[in-house]
Each structure stands twice: as C-alpha cells, then as structure tokens.
C-alpha cells in the first residue's frame, strides 16, 4: 500500500482531499501520480490519455460517494479538485457540473457557514491557547493546575471534541495540539531546569487531553515520584501500562521512578 493511502480514509473523513507524490523513500517506487499530471500539463511529458482518463475515473468515483452520503462539502472538494486536477488534459464538464450542483445547495451553504464558525473559533482558541502557555511558563509562584486547566479551557475542549460534524473535528484538533504542546513541546522547557511543579502542570492536562497516550503518564509518573507524589505515580504508572507502555526494564531502571522499587505495586507493574 502506497503511504498515502494509509491515511486516505481518516483525511476525507475531515473534509479533506489527501494528494502525495508518491514518490517519496516510504511511499515506494514513482507511481502515476500528481507530478505525472503536472508534468502533462507542462509539457514536459507526452500525455497519457489512458492514464489521464482512468485517474479522472478514479476521482469522481471517489466522488458520487460522498454525494451521495450528503457529506456536502467532502463532495464539492472532490469534484472541485478532480476539475482542477485535470483541466487541460481530460473533459472535466462532468466534475464542474457536480460541483455546481452541489455548491448551490441550501445544505452545502449551511454547511460551509457551520465550517466557517468552528474555523474561526480555532483559530481564536489557538491564539488562547498560545497565551495561556506563556503566562505559565511566565506565572511567579507557578500558576497552579486548576488555574491552567480554566485558562486552556479543557473541559470544553473535550466537549467539543465530543460533538458530531465539523465542531466535533475541530475540537478533536484543538485537543490534540494541546496534548502535543503540554505534553512534548513545553515539558521539554521545564524538565532540563528541574521546574517540576510546573511540569507536573502541564503533564497533568496532556493526559486529559491525550488519555490513551502512555507516554504522557509515563513521564507524569516520573515527576509526581519526584515530587514525592507515590500513591499519584503508581497510579499514573498504571495508566500508561493500561494505554500501551510495555518496556518494563526501562521502568525498573528508570531514576526519576527510584522512591516507587520499593512498592508492591510497582513490583508487580514490572514484573507483569
């Protein structure tokens, strides 16, 4: 399977129109692609009307589909960008008449409006986001979880994110920015300087936002054991075992986790 394609589904499933080269180190050897089109279209190749017509085939087949589902704006993206793609080389009269026919629809402009709103909302909710982070790393004392958590607004990120259609997608993004920011881009600020309080902080809310990421309750683990936080990193511990993490000699190793050995649960965490 070519790489692209590994990743086809859950892209459409967001609305958007996945196009690789195909031709990278991971994708394989040169495949027809979109560089072949373009190649066409500049001449720089002899058109393949074999090819051209199949991969145009290929589309609107992908196309009817999402029509027929009433997944509006998927639709008109794809035949949008079938029209597009090949212009010049192909009759592409079939894809522009859908497309028309499916923008003029009272649904579709509903719909686009609704995508419109969540869009601006993220974009307002990243600016927040970026805000609430620099006044915790800028925060003296530190400003404690409770107060980060009702700054980055997790619970109602969660319920967005919970939601159906577009609002539902667009939270599920914001929450998983944040769960890479707390849990990877800031924590790497706090760790080296051994500002732990603060780290705890932000560890704490990736595992809301990321619950089924072992990672981020490992190294919650790690801080709360130094902090001497046992009960609370036994259990973050067992968390990221629950979610996945399975390299036990690197547990019973690990320094930051050195207050727990003693511990029949972290014995059995390590021995299991």
Known sequence: MLAAELFRAAAEAHGWIL??????????????NVKALQAMKGELRPVDLGFVAAHLAEDLARARPLKAQRRWLQALRRFEGAAASFEGLADVAEARR?????????????????????????????RRLDEAYRKLIASDPPLPLAAFRAQVGIDTLRRHAEAPAYEGVVGRRLLDT???????????????REDLSRALTVLAVATEAAPGQPA?????????????????????????????????AWMAADQDLASLREEERFKALVRD
């Open 216 to 248: 981020y309750w490992y190294n919650l683990a790690c801080v709360q054991a130094r902090l001497g936080e046992r009960r609370q990193a036994l259990e973050s511990l067992e968390r990221a075992v629950a979610a996945g993490f399975s390299d036990r």
């Open 19 to 32: 196009i690789s080269s195909n031709d990278t180190r991971s994708d394989g050897p040169m495949e027809p």
């Open 178 to 192: 944040l769960a890479t920011q707390t849990g990877f881009y800031i924590t790497r600020e706090f760790l080296p």
């Open 98 to 126: 859908e497309a028309a026919r499916v923008a003029s629809l009272g649904s579709t402009k509903r719909a686009r409006k609704d995508e419109e709103r969540w869009d601006r909302f993220e974009e307002v909710t990243r």
